[in-house]
């Protein structure tokens, strides 16, 4: 987002400065031929009240035109006057005759007349009355006024006054120069500025995003501080905090209800037990076996409340004891106890060292990943128990070679109540729960824990790594 913002600022400021550029260029340029447009008119206006614009025939208009040019002074950017006598090109009373000739020896390499109009190409002594904006022999360009001399039915001669524009030019290249260096040292200041500005914007919104991004279920008792910053982001960091203290209120709901409704299955479960058992002891064969399916089904609950109760115990950051656990001892034990899961070929590896865990509840995460394993794989297949010590972190991983699970599942293998296709196809009697507990207690740890698909060969493991490891 700050980098956009940057380039919005700068492209923003950029137009602008660049249409005001424009502008600045265009009317500098507008405002210089305006006033060499107001000086040829005040020559025009000087001219006419001269004796020559009263002649009354062409000789005299000649004699005076050369007076009054000859009284003019003139300097290096004076302008150039032209007097036309007559309709022609030949008989011309000028102050530059250099200029003149050089337009005659054009005309007649060219071989043409020149077009009429504003910008013309031709000439001066081809420029239409009015003003006109005419190429010069020097390749400069001139601007020229031109007016009949004499009465319109029966004209003596044309007045022409011209001047270069070749000023307009320098002023216009002068002012380019000057804002190409004006334009570099804004843009840099305007990029500084415009990332500060960014910076400001976009780092109460990173903290915010920062703080949501960190809020889990176990965490939601944390809230934003309120004061400082824009009106804005004080807003969103109340309408942010008043939905945390919404979730917050619903997960607690949630929590309660789930620790109730355990404690409260617990004791019909064991009474319904305690009467299966009584009624079982005279029941014939038949209702024997209807008892023990009924049974079953009381055990399975019985499990599913217990990790019910677990996994609120959870939620609610039940207190964790962090002792240093011997990880030798704990796969000694694991190697005792895992034949009491079901018969599989286990085979689970040593390390030495201790991890600084909580020993039952890091038990737990171990039946529960090996029930998992014996529950998707046949009698006599195979299990398997890797530990491995990486600098600080110990790592343990748990395959199997049973039917395995899809990429797509193993993704969603520690969601509450999921279960494979496979685990679905074979009736396991799972609750769905014993894996989302195994991640909630190695994250409670501060460990990670995740699954990998064993491919077309079938198969699965899960793996779950742990802080705290001493090789020592």
Do not use: C
């Amino acid at each position: 987002m700050r980098a956009r913002l940057v380039l919005a600022i700068v492209l923003a400021a950029a137009v602008v400065l660049g249409g005001s550029f424009y502008a600045l260029h265009e009317r500098t340029g507008a405002d210089l031929k305006g006033e060499i447009d107001d000086q040829l008119r005040s020559d025009a206006v000087e001219f006419a009240a001269s004796p020559a614009a009263s002649a009354r025939t062409e000789r005299q208009l000649e004699r005076r035109a050369r007076s009054f040019i000859s009284g003019q002074g003139y300097h290096g950017d004076s302008r150039i006057f032209v007097v036309q006598v007559g309709g022609g090109r030949d008989d011309v009373v000028t102050n530059e005759p250099d200029a003149i000739d050089g337009e005659h020896e054009a005309q007649e390499t060219e071989g043409g007349e020149s077009p009429d109009g504003d910008d013309a190409a031709g000439g001066m002594l081809d420029a239409p009355f009015g003003y006109a904006t005419i190429d010069a022999p020097d390749g400069g360009r001139l601007r020229v006024l031109s007016e009949q001399i004499g009465p319109s039915e029966a004209p003596l001669g044309t007045f022409r006054v011209a001047q270069s524009l070749a000023p307009i030019g320098d002023a216009q290249g002068s002012l380019r120069d000057t804002l190409l260096v004006v334009g570099i040292a804004a843009g840099a200041l305007l990029v500084l500025a415009a990332l500060w500005i960014a910076t400001l914007v976009a780092r109460p919104l990173s903290r915010i995003a920062t703080f949501a991004s960190d809020i889990e279920a176990s965490g939601l008792d944390r809230r934003l501080a309120e004061e400082g910053g824009s009106a804005e982001i004080r807003s969103l960091t109340v309408s942010l905090n008043r939905m945390l203290d919404r979730l917050q209120a619903a997960f607690d709901r949630e929590r309660e209800f789930v620790a109730d409704a355990s404690h409260e299955l617990r004791t019909p479960v064991t009474i319904a037990q305690g009467e299966l058992d009584l009624l079982r002891r005279d029941a014939d064969p038949e209702e024997k076996e209807r008892l023990d399916v009924v049974r079953r089904e009381l055990k399975r609950m019985e499990r599913l409340v217990a990790e019910m109760l677990t996994i609120a115990s959870q939620d609610s950051e039940g207190a964790l004891r962090h002792d240093r656990v011997d990880v030798s001892d704990l796969l000694s034990d694991l190697r005792r106890d895992a034949p009491l899961m079901g018969r599989r070929r286990y085979e689970i590896a040593d390390l030495g060292g201790t991890v600084e865990a909580d020993p039952d509840r890091l038990a737990q995460v171990f039946r529960n990943l090996l029930r998992n394993a014996v529950a998707h794989t046949e009698v006599d297949g195979l299990i398997s128990v890797e530990a491995t010590g990486q600098g600080d972190v110990v790592r343990f991983d748990i395959t199997d070679d049973g039917p395995g699970f899809s990429a797509a599942e193993a993704t969603r293998l520690f969601d509450r109540f999921y279960r494979t296709e496979s685990s679905r196809s074979q009736g396991g009697s799972g609750s769905g729960l014993g894996l989302t507990i195994a991640r909630s207690i190695v994250e409670a740890h501060g460990g990670r824990i995740w699954a990998e698909a064993g491919g077309e060969e079938g198969g699965g493991r899960v793996s779950f790594e742990l802080p705290g490891y001493w090789a020592g």
